[in-house]
C-alpha cells in the first residue's frame, strides 16, 4: 500500500522541487504539501494543507493520516529550534511513522552559527522516539551562482572564502536525495552528509563564469566586513549581510568541504557540474 508522504516548505525553492519530482515516482495522491500559504500551493498538482511553524493550531489537521514527513527546515533563522520543536510534537501526537529532516553539513562539529538549531533539532528527532533519517546538505550552488550575473555586470565575482573548497550541489539534486530517502527503505536511524561531488573555490566558480560569459570575471577575495558592507550597499538588509560575510569566512576552514560522495550513492548518478549550474543561472 502507497503511504502518504507529506513535505513542508512545500511553496519554497526547495521543497517545490521535492514536489515535483515525487509526483514522478508516487501517485500525486498520496503526496501532500504542508504550506503556509495555500493559495501559492495551486501549481503543486498535489493536496496542500495550511502548516504554519509558528502556529502551532494548524499542525494537528495537517499532519492527519501522514505516514512519512520530510521536514524542510524553517528558513527563519533564530526561530527554527521552537518551531522545529512545534512540528515535530504534532508529528509525534498524529503518529507519523517516519520523519526526513534537513539538517546541515556535519551540524554537529560545524562552527557554522547556522548549525546550532540543526543540532538542537537533531536532538529533538532522536528524543521523539519517531523513526528518522538526516540529510545534512552541504551548500547550494544557487548560493553563489545567484551572484553570476552580478558579477558579469561588474566586473569580478566578490567574497570572503579565500581558498576554501565548497562541495556545494544543486537544489535539485538535494531534492533528489530526499525522494530517494522518502521512498526508499533502510533509510531509518542514517545520517547523510550530502555535498557535490566535485569541490570548487569561488576562484573556480569565477574562471567558469568567465569561461561562460566571455569576459575576465576575476574572484576579489574581500576581508568580511567589507564584503558585508558591499552586500549592504546592493540592498541587503544589514543582518543579513553581516551573515552571509560570515558564513562565506567560514568557508576558509572547510566547513563546506566533503568528499564522501553519499548525495551521488542516493541520487544514483554524479552529481550536477558547476559548470550547468553557471549556465542556468546567466540563462
Ligand atoms: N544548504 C543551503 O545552502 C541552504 C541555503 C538556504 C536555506 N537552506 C535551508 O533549507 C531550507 C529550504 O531551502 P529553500 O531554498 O527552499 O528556502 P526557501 O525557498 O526560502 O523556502 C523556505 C520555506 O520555508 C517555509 N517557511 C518559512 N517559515 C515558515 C513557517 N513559519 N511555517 C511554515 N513554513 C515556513 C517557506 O514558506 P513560504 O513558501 O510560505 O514562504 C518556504 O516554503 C531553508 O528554509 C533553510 O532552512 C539551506
Request: hydrophobic letters at 45%; glycine letters at 10%; a negative charge.
Amino acid at each position: 500500500m502507497t503511504q502518504t508522504i507529506a513535505i513542508t516548505g512545500a511553496t519554497g525553492q526547495l521543497g517545490r522541487l521535492v514536489v515535483e519530482q515525487l509526483k514522478t515516482r508516487v501517485p500525486a495522491g498520496h503526496i501532500v504539501a504542508l504550506v503556509r500559504t495555500p493559495s501559492k500551493a495551486a501549481d503543486l498538482g498535489v493536496a496542500a494543507r495550511e502548516a504554519d511553524y509558528s502556529r502551532p493550531e494548524t499542525l494537528p489537521a495537517a499532519l492527519a493520516g501522514v505516514d512519512t514527513l520530510l521536514l524542510i527546515s524553517s528558513s527563519e533563522v533564530g526561530q527554527r529550534a521552537s518551531q522545529h520543536r512545534a512540528v515535530i510534537d504534532a508529528a509525534k501526537a498524529a503518529g507519523v511513522g517516519r520523519i526526513v529532516y534537513t539538517s546541515l553539513l556535519r551540524a554537529d562539529t560545524s562552527t557554522l552559527s547556522l548549525a546550532a538549531e540543526h543540532v538542537q533539532t537533531e536532538a529533538m528527532l532522536r528524543e521523539s522516539g519517531i523513526a528518522h533519517t538526516l540529510l545534512r546538505n552541504s551548500w547550494y550552488i544557487e548560493n553563489h551562482t545567484v551572484s553570476a550575473k552580478g558579477a558579469v555586470s561588474a566586473g569580478a565575482f566578490i567574497g570572503s572564502a579565500g581558498n576554501g573548497l565548497i562541495s556545494g550541489a544543486t537544489r535539485a539534486d538535494y531534492a533528489a536525495a530526499a525522494v530517494a530517502v522518502l521512498t526508499g527503505t533502510g533509510h531509518d536511524g542514517q545520517t547523510y552528509e550530502l555535498a557535490g561531488d566535485v569541490a570548487y573555490t569561488l576562484a573556480d566558480l569565477a574562471a567558469e563564469i568567465s569561461r561562460q560569459s566571455g569576459r575576465d570575471i576575476p574572484y576579489k577575495d574581500l576581508p568580511p566586513a567589507d564584503y558585508a558592507a558591499a552586500l549592504a550597499s546592493f540592498g541587503l538588509p544589514g543582518w543579513l549581510a553581516g551573515a552571509l560575510a560570515e558564513w562565506d569566512f567560514e568557508i576558509t576552514k572547510g566547513v563546506l568541504h566533503e568528499d564522501g560522495r553519499a548525495l551521488s550513492r542516493l541520487i544514483g548518478r554524479p552529481t550536477t557540474p558547476l559548470a550547468t549550474a553557471v549556465a542556468q543561472a546567466l540563462g
